[in-house]
């Protein structure tokens, strides 16, 4: 959009102009003093808020003076265009925190209202996501929140909460759901940890900030590295680290493990020995479940939470990624009254999430469900859900052993880790349940020699194997920053990645696509992820080279001759279908 739109923020004004528009808007003549003690850095109008000042309302109309442009109040939304709101993605709506207000009479513009017309980055950003011209108008930051949250209720969780004006949102918006009080969790460990605890402490405050960032990135872990000079903060989104954090002074590095331990009933005074936990939070009115790792290094403790956020399993069958005639068959074996279906891939794979999806699309009132978990990562409606808790005795096999006596039609194993475990799986499959279970293997066939080698008969599992599906996750270019490759850049990538030589495809029809990098995406060029898979059904002839001891690799090429599509195959055609990159699928899977 062009710079010359709007004037020149008020960030660089002089306090005497900003002075007098506040005092035009408020009629307070006093408040020089107050904006004489703004911090270096400190947007002026939120220092206002903070210092109570004044209030959201006036903070918009002062805006509205101040860039020349209209204030819209949104207590009556009803001169909103209705249908322009239906068309506009409402993750856009609510990551830009906008409102699409009207279109444009030459049909190329469209008039968005912002709290914030000062801030040109997100204007320049929403313009080439929505490919219009955008001119701005503004509006409190409070009745924007809650129209966003009246228009789009499933993304209420992720509405900054300004009901107390100028409040610490990061101090207001999360509660720790505590089994017991701060007291008995530092009777636990060592005394002398103050300023843990109280929620107007700077540490509670920088940890709460921290996470309520992870959940509004959509991270799923959040990593605290200590090295020599400080502890590094990362957000692994989509599957890959970024570093989008301050670091945090070596002074605090402890005091913020501490917290973190003190939220997850860990021992603070242990700092020797590897820890884990977990904690529950309600942020802005839903609860959230967290996943911790404490690790011992050279330079202090290092910790990982892992977010177990319920509202990211939303997704379905449809969606996880699998090709119309994989999906057909899954959907076909997962409704098959008893046998074992195994999916197979790394740690942080969505192999979890596949079988929670499948479970979702099959669970109905006259089966009983039951999963056994390590931990319980979502808690799913109607299914009960038993967690492995290893300290206290209850292991994979223990609890098996016991859910295969409570009369269950379907199983979900949290994962096959030994052969005690396998060996009751497999033995519930054979005995009529329906066993969904996970196990850590590079491919489908590369499955049945894992499972030899913890000591399972061959065929046992020939027997109650149904299906064998392999997957990993790959990056989807962002939709707001994407661009279709011409011929020449498409030939250029092919050179690159070799992949010209290996498959059968049309350059001239390629709809390869990129993404640019855009603020939607933290300039990754990516967001969100899809499922690749690699699917292998247990035909009567591969069932009878397993009993023959016949090589893997023969029964990897009968089993694409049955119609198997091999991981790097399935994830080439998504990037020919412009949902990833050549990078990705080098980066995901292997030649």
């Not at 990362?234 to 301050?246: N, W």
Request: net charge negative; proline share 4%.
């Amino acid at each position: 959009m062009g710079g010359d739109r709007i004037p020149p923020g008020w960030k660089s004004m002089e306090l005497s102009l900003y002075s007098e528009i506040v005092m035009q808007v408020t009629g307070k003549s006093d408040l020089g003093e107050v904006l004489e003690q703004k911090p270096p850095g400190v947007d002026l109008g939120e220092f206002l808020l903070r210092s109570k000042a004044i209030s959201h309302e006036e903070l918009a109309e002062i805006y509205s003076r101040l860039y020349k442009v209209p204030y819209i109040s949104l207590k009556d939304p009803s001169e909103l265009d209705a249908e322009l709101v239906r068309q506009i993605d409402p993750v856009l709506i609510q990551r830009f925190f906008f409102i699409p207000f009207r279109r444009g009479a030459d049909g190329f513009s469209m008039t968005v209202i912002v709290h914030d017309p000062g801030n040109l980055g997100v204007l320049d950003e929403l313009e080439r996501a929505l490919g219009c011209r955008i001119n701005a108008a503004v509006a409190s930051a409070l009745e924007i929140s809650a129209l966003i949250t009246e228009l789009f209720p499933e993304y209420s969780g992720l509405m900054p909460d300004y009901s107390d004006e100028g409040s610490d949102q990061s101090e207001e918006d999360i509660q720790l759901l505590k089994g017991e009080s701060e007291d008995e969790r530092l009777s636990h460990g060592a005394t002398g940890e103050e300023g843990l605890t109280e929620s107007s402490s700077p540490v509670v405050k920088l940890v709460n900030r921290v996470i309520l960032t992870g959940i509004t990135e959509r991270a799923s872990d959040i990593h605290f590295e200590a090295y020599e000079a400080g502890t590094k903060v990362k957000l692994r989104i989509d599957g890959v680290l970024l570093d989008i954090r301050e670091d945090i002074p070596r002074s605090l590095s402890s005091m913020v493990v501490s917290r973190i331990k003190i939220m997850s009933d860990l021992n603070i005074a242990e700092r020797h020995l590897p820890q884990d936990g977990r904690f529950k939070l309600r942020i802005r009115n839903r609860d959230v479940a967290f996943r911790i790792s404490i690790l011992p290094s050279i330079f202090g403790e290092s910790a990982v939470i892992r977010i177990l956020d319920k509202q990211a399993m939303g997704f379905s069958l449809n969606e996880v990624g699998l090709s119309v005639p994989d999906l057909m068959r899954f959907e076909e074996n997962i409704r098959k009254p008893y046998g074992m279906i195994l999916v197979a891939g790394p740690t942080g794979s969505g192999k979890t999430s596949t079988l929670y999806t499948a479970l979702k699309k099959i669970n109905r009132p006259e089966d009983k469900i039951i999963t056994i978990e390590d931990p319980v990562e979502y808690q799913l409606n109607d299914i009960v859900q038993v967690p492995v808790d290893v300290k206290k005795g209850m292991t994979f096999a223990r609890g098996l052993r016991s859910i295969v006596r409570q009369d269950p039609d379907k199983i979900l194993i949290g994962e096959i880790r030994d052969e005690e475990t396998a060996s009751i799986a497999v033995n519930a499959a054979l005995t009529g349940h329906l066993v969904l279970t996970t196990i850590h293997s590079n491919n489908a066939v590369d499955t049945l020699g894992r499972l030899m080698n913890m000591g399972i008969e061959k065929y046992l599992f020939a027997s109650a194997i149904i299906m064998i599906v392999s997957q990993r996750l790959v990056r989807k270019i962002c939709k707001h920053c994407q661009r279709l490759l011409d011929r020449t850049e498409v030939v250029a990538v092919a050179k690159r990645h070799r992949w010209l030589s290996r498959y059968d495809y049309d350059i001239d029809s390629a709809r390869m696509m990129i993404g640019d990098g855009c603020l939607f995406c933290n300039h990754t060029g990516f967001y969100g992820r899809i499922g690749v898979f690699e699917v292998m059904e247990m035909s009567d002839n591969i069932k009878n080279m397993i009993l023959r001891d016949v090589p893997s690799t023969e029964v990897y090429e009968a089993a694409l001759k049955e119609g198997m599509i091999p991981l790097r195959d399935n994830c080439f055609s998504k990037v020919a279908e412009g949902f990833t990159t050549l990078s990705e699928m080098d980066r995901v899977t292997r030649l």
